[in-house]
């Protein structure tokens, strides 16, 4: 080859202008802002000299006219490319903000569109840096049906590859809709916001005034609206999280998670178990220390830790292997559940079951959460989606109830007629229709009005109630409890349980999908 030709030179000069575009150009605007550039974050996430970016030379198109003036970038505004992330083959996008606000013309959602075809071709990972002002205005409808053929490949790879979407800065208009598809979705505080409509909007619309940060903030879509599954102080965490996510999951749905070096002991005996759940019933404990006992040591990993917080979901390793954990949280509305947390846990196990990480229930709840509100926003309809969830799920499955499990939230939680494949009871179980004290007011009405002392009377009975029916042994004796287990034990029954359901095939019969209450 001709290394001083005229085509070399192109080469050169090309490659030239573009890595000063995103060397001064898109840094000094970034970094201003306390951002990192596309090219530094994609740098942060994959191994060394790993990453091949192709569409590199793109150029943006131009639909003329007032309103065709665009910024003639290459890329587009878009790194798009593969690499390895802790040796293992992923793809990933990178908006870039310092290109028309990283705003989504035909060519930067046709470069998007090409990696997630090929992700989900090859069976890898995809991961999406979103900071952009959405649908670029210049190129009117081309950029929206760009958007919709990235939510038509969203979809289809739903459930085939992980996709994980990563906002580090604007997510406006149809930006916001691709991640909210994709199965995780990390913000990073202060620098981050997502909405359907922006402040100015709301202003005009409604005269409301609003700040970014308020509207669609990390903290907001942590806590209120449950969009955000993990919140980082900075981009540099943020992309560690992801890191860490990508550790527990497989490449794809016909993989089995990575199985990972453990050094911790099997047969770990957690005698502190036997006295985590107070002799009074209606006395909260953290149900983050049981799972912390039980699992591997340090490798509870929780998602989307301030939302619904009555429910506990997370990764964890259970020796060597992930599964994923939902457990009622007592601390927090006695773990009782209502709409958000029937929904936080649905959405979990409908993503675990996807890509075959079997699930552990840890169960203390003592029923759905009564009331006008909840009635009213649903609680029926989104509580079905739990049970629902579990029903479907064909990975394997173990309950441990380890104090109430009442009414509703009994059958719900993973029971054995629902399809769990163990159930264990700690001996502080207490499986019932309901509560003692609900209980024996509806059965003792008459009695406890014509007596002398109803408050003794009702206790009485409640103590009775607890001895004959709200135990685990009367469920044991029935076979709904496989067995009733020293807590001390858990985590070696726990890893015999999951080792025997190794091989667990369910059929399903042939149908288009099920009909889940959406
Ligand atoms: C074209 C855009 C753009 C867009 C921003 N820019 N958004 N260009 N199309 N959607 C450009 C700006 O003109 C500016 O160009 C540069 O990006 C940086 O923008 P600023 O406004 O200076 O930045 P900042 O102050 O940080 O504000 C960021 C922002 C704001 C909040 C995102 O730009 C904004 O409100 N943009 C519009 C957001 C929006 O309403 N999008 C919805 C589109 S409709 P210069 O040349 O000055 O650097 C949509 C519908 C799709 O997406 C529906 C599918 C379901």
Redesign the pocket.
């Known amino acids: 080859m001709d290394i001083d030709g005229k085509l070399f030179k192109k080469f050169l000069e090309r490659q030239e202008t573009y890595e000063h575009q995103q060397k001064e150009f898109a840094a000094d605007k970034q970094h201003s ?1 306390g951002k990192l550039t596309a090219k530094e974050r994609i740098g942060l996430l994959f191994d060394n000299d790993t990453f091949d970016e192709i569409d590199a030379f793109s150029l943006p198109a131009s639909s003329g006219g007032e309103f065709g003036r665009i ?1 003639n970038a290459y890329g587009d505004g878009v790194i798009t490319g593969h690499g390895k992330i802790s040796g293992r083959i992923a793809f990933a996008y990178a908006q870039d ?1 310092s290109v ?5 013309g035909s060519i930067h959602a046709a470069k998007i569109m090409k990696i997630q075809d090929m992700a989900l071709k090859m069976g890898a990972p995809i991961i999406g840096f979103i900071d ?7 190129e009117g409808v081309a ?2 049906a760009g ?2 053929g990235i ?1 038509n490949r969203n979809v289809k790879s739903s459930g085939v590859i992980p996709q994980i979407s990563v906002i580090m ?2 997510a ?4 916001v ?1 691709s991640p909210s598809i994709t199965d995780f979705v990390f913000m990073t505080n202060k620098t981050s916001y997502m909405f359907v ?2 402040p ?2 709301v202003k005009e619309v409604l005269n409301e005034d609003v700040s ?1 940060e308020e509207l669609g903030g990390a903290t907001v879509h942590m806590k209120n609206s449950g969009i955000a599954h993990f919140v980082y102080e900075d981009e540099e965490n943020t992309i560690r999280g992801l890191k860490k996510l990508l550790s527990y999951l497989p490449s794809n749905n016909l993989e089995n998670p990575p199985l990972v070096e453990w050094r911790d002991t099997e047969e770990r005996v957690e005698e502190l178990l036997r006295e985590i759940v107070p002799d009074d019933p209606n006395k909260p404990y953290d149900i983050k220390e049981v799972i912390n006992l039980i699992v591997d040591k340090g490798t509870f990993f929780e998602v989307a830790e301030g939302f619904a917080m009555n429910i506990i979901v997370a990764f964890a390793r259970l020796s060597g292997k992930t599964i994923g954990i939902i457990a009622n949280q007592p601390k927090v509305l006695a773990g009782t559940l209502d709409i958000n947390s029937s929904v936080k846990a649905a959405r979990f196990i409908r993503f675990c079951d996807s890509f075959n990480i079997p699930l552990l229930t840890l169960e203390d709840v003592p029923g759905f959460m009564p009331g006008i509100d909840q009635e009213h926003s649903g609680i029926i309809r989104h509580g079905a989606k739990l049970l629902y969830a579990y029903a479907d799920s064909t990975v394997p499955k173990i309950t441990v109830i380890l104090r109430k499990s009442y009414g509703g939230a009994y059958c719900v939680m993973n029971s054995k007629n629902l399809g769990g494949d163990f159930n264990f009871a700690w001996p502080t179980a207490e499986i019932a229709v309901m509560g003692p004290e609900g209980a024996v007011s509806i059965l003792y009405r008459r009695e406890l009005l014509e007596s002398e002392d109803p408050v003794k009377l009702k206790k009485e009975l409640a103590i009775k109630y607890r001895d004959e029916i709200a135990n685990p042994y009367v469920a044991d004796e029935k076979g709904y409890i496989d067995e009733v287990i020293d807590p001390a034990q858990t985590r070696r029954k726990l890893i015999t349980a999951f080792e025997a359901l190794e091989n667990k095939h369910v059929n399903v019969p042939s149908r288009k999908h099920g009909n889940i209450p959406l």
């Open positions: 802002k910024v903000f028309m606000g990283g705003s989504l952009s002002g959405g649908a670029r205005i210049q950029s929206l958007y919709a939510f800065g604007p406006a208009g149809g930006a809709y409509t922006g100015n909007v970014f």
